[in-house]
């Protein structure tokens, strides 16, 4: 529920319902509202395309490079609004309860990347009750936590009832894309500043997971007024259909994507099932203190659980999803390693002293996935991690800025010698621990 989805576009061949909804804006004192199915929904502003893209778009005008988290499912569109505002949120939640809409189309997830401002939840507000009565029908709610950090309390009321998922947004480390201050403002690996947080020690009031939401590259509609093209990495390479977003709107359809793979694996699972899942497996997140040097680890009330593990999640998901399989996992031998000082400035793309050290493995044939894992226990230090295949490609890179560790999943890996190399980016001499592990699907006997 959003602007709307440009499905014109082409990357969305799994759109199976497109409806702008006409109402009065102000209360005429007659009910009703109209549902019109349309092939472009998104007439004024292109946010709503954006975010659909992140949660299922195929790719497909750019050759597959921005594909959706989930483009398996299946999208509902409701154009809920114009440009920057939503008008008729409870029009679109009538629409997606309908039992016409609801059980024709199977509509497990909302994914709301709109909001209010103001300081406390209110159980009685007509979006607290629509969410409460979806949350009641078995379907997910998500809700961007806002826009309006870094202070406490400043988080979208909508999204702090417990009835939904509250996404902050966090901003995703590529070494490709971290250098160019034309494509993130964001801390890279890191809350995003503006990434609306909670209030300190209130069980309600607070996000409940942090997803990528810097500098996000999605479809971009025809009509789009406020998402202007992609300028490509280097600012000098337009896409046009294709447009780079920043805000916890971006973050929240990751969050949607992920619960509809987290559904495939386990449709029986609701909203404290999902939760329960993608919190317990998330990543912890660190800040440094500009002044003092000083690291802490992030909050609950600021960044929720931490940052999502995707893969993580849908394993998560798996283990009551029911005796058709379960999953083996064999440990790979371990080793241990130091990477020198190194010191990178991202912001000035300069790179003073680098130091890394590399590792091979073998991995067996018939793995569903491979999960490596790097720890060296110090928050205050950020190394970044990179994968090869046999054939020497780069096939995962984990980079969290300062951290603990790094860790990669990749699935379905070719069997065969794989190398894996752990980067300095800012950090001391220091030692470190490697693991790895493949996951095998089995299947149960009954």
């Given at each position: 529920?959003?602007?709307?989805?440009?499905?014109?576009?082409?990357?969305?061949?799994?759109l199976?319902?497109?409806?702008?909804?006409?109402?009065?804006?102000?209360?005429?004192?007659?009910?009703?509202?109209?549902?019109?199915?349309?092939?472009?929904?998104?007439?004024?502003?292109?946010?709503?395309?954006?975010?659909?893209?992140?949660?299922?778009?195929?790719?497909?005008?750019?050759?597959?490079?921005?594909?959706g988290?989930?483009p398996g499912?299946?999208?509902?569109?409701?154009?809920?609004?114009?440009?920057i505002?939503?008008?008729?949120?409870?029009?679109?939640?009538?629409?997606l309860?309908?039992?016409?809409?609801?059980?024709?189309?199977?509509?497990?997830?909302?994914?709301?990347?709109?909001?209010?401002?103001?300081?406390?939840?209110?159980?009685?507000?007509?979006?607290?009750?629509?969410?409460?009565?979806?949350?009641?029908?078995?379907?997910?709610?998500?809700?961007?936590?806002?826009?309006?950090?870094?202070?406490?309390?400043?988080?979208?009321?909508?999204?702090a009832?417990?009835?939904?998922?509250?996404?902050?947004?966090?901003?995703?480390?590529?070494?490709?894309?971290?250098?160019?201050?034309?494509?993130?403002?964001?801390?890279?690996?890191?809350?995003a500043?503006?990434?609306?947080?909670?209030?300190?020690?209130?069980?309600?009031?607070?996000?409940?997971?942090?997803?990528p939401?810097?500098?996000?590259?999605?479809?971009?509609?025809?009509?789009?007024?406020?998402?202007?093209?992609?300028?490509?990495?280097d600012?000098?390479?337009?896409?046009?259909?294709?447009?780079?977003?920043d805000?916890?709107?971006?973050?929240?359809?990751?969050?949607?994507?992920?619960?509809?793979?987290?559904?495939?694996?386990?449709?029986?699972?609701?909203?404290?099932?999902?939760?329960?899942?993608?919190?317990?497996?998330a990543?912890?997140?660190?800040?440094?203190?500009?002044?003092?040097?000083?690291?802490?680890?992030?909050?609950?009330?600021?960044?929720?659980?931490?940052?999502?593990?995707?893969?993580?999640?849908?394993?998560?998901?798996?283990?009551t999803?029911?005796?058709?399989?379960?999953?083996?996992?064999?440990?790979?031998?371990?080793?241990?390693?130091?990477?020198?000082?190194?010191?990178?400035?991202?912001?000035?793309?300069?790179t003073?002293?680098?130091?890394?050290?590399?590792?091979?493995?073998?991995?067996?044939?018939g793995?569903?996935?491979?999960?490596?894992?790097?720890?060296?226990?110090?928050p205050?230090?950020?190394?970044d991690?990179?994968?090869?295949?046999?054939?020497?490609?780069?096939?995962?890179?984990?980079?969290?800025?300062?951290?603990?560790?790094?860790?990669?999943?990749?699935?379905?890996?070719?069997?065969?010698?794989?190398?894996?190399?752990?980067?300095?980016?800012l950090?001391?001499?220091?030692?470190?621990?490697?693991?790895?592990q493949?996951?095998?699907?089995?299947?149960?006997?009954?």
């Open positions: 529920m959003d602007s709307g989805v440009d499905g014109t576009h082409g990357d969305f061949p799994n199976v319902k497109n409806v702008k909804v006409v109402a009065p804006i102000v209360d005429l004192g007659i009910g009703g509202a109209l549902y019109i199915d349309v092939p472009n929904s998104d007439l004024t502003s292109g946010h709503g395309t954006n975010v659909a893209s992140t949660i299922g778009g195929s790719g497909a005008r750019s050759g597959g490079k921005y594909k988290v989930a499912a299946n999208l509902i569109a409701v154009g809920a609004g114009e440009a505002s939503i008008l008729y949120s409870l029009e679109g939640f009538d629409f309860m309908d039992p016409d809409i609801r059980e024709t189309y199977n509509v497990r997830v909302i994914s709301n990347s709109w909001g209010s401002s103001g300081s406390h939840f209110a159980p009685f507000d007509p979006i607290s009750i629509a969410s409460k009565r979806a949350y009641d029908e078995g379907m997910i709610v998500a809700f961007a936590a806002g826009n309006d950090g870094p202070g406490a309390d400043t988080l979208n009321p909508y999204s009832s417990p009835c939904v998922i509250s996404v902050a947004a966090g901003a995703a480390k590529d070494t490709s894309t971290a250098t160019n201050p034309l494509i993130s403002q964001g801390v890279p690996g890191q809350l500043d503006f990434s609306s947080r909670g209030i300190p020690g209130d069980a309600i009031h607070h996000p409940d997971i942090t997803l939401g810097v500098a996000i590259v999605a479809a971009r509609a025809t009509t789009a007024t406020i998402a202007q093209p992609y300028l490509g990495l600012g000098l390479h337009p896409e046009p259909f294709y447009a780079a977003l805000g916890t709107s971006m973050a929240t359809p990751h969050l949607s994507g992920l619960v509809a793979l987290m559904l495939e694996v386990n449709p029986s699972l609701n909203l404290d099932g999902v939760l329960a899942a993608i919190t317990s497996t990543k912890p997140m660190y800040v440094q203190d500009a002044t003092t040097g000083t690291t802490r680890q992030l909050a609950v009330w600021e960044a929720g659980a931490g940052y999502a593990d995707a893969y993580a999640a849908v394993r998560k998901a798996t283990e999803a029911g005796t058709r399989t379960t999953t083996v996992t064999t440990a790979l031998p371990g080793w241990s390693g130091n990477v020198g000082l190194s010191v990178k400035l991202p912001v000035l793309d300069v003073l002293v680098e130091a890394s050290h590399t590792h091979n493995l073998v991995v067996p044939a793995a569903n996935a491979l999960r490596i894992a790097t720890s060296w226990g110090n205050a230090l950020d190394l991690l990179f994968v090869y295949d046999p054939s020497g490609n780069l096939v995962g890179t984990s980079a969290n800025g300062t951290s603990t560790g790094e860790s990669v999943s990749v699935p379905r890996p070719t069997a065969g010698t794989w190398r894996v190399q752990l980067k300095g980016f950090n001391t001499p220091t030692s470190y621990t490697g693991t790895a493949v996951d095998t699907l089995v299947p149960v006997t009954q």
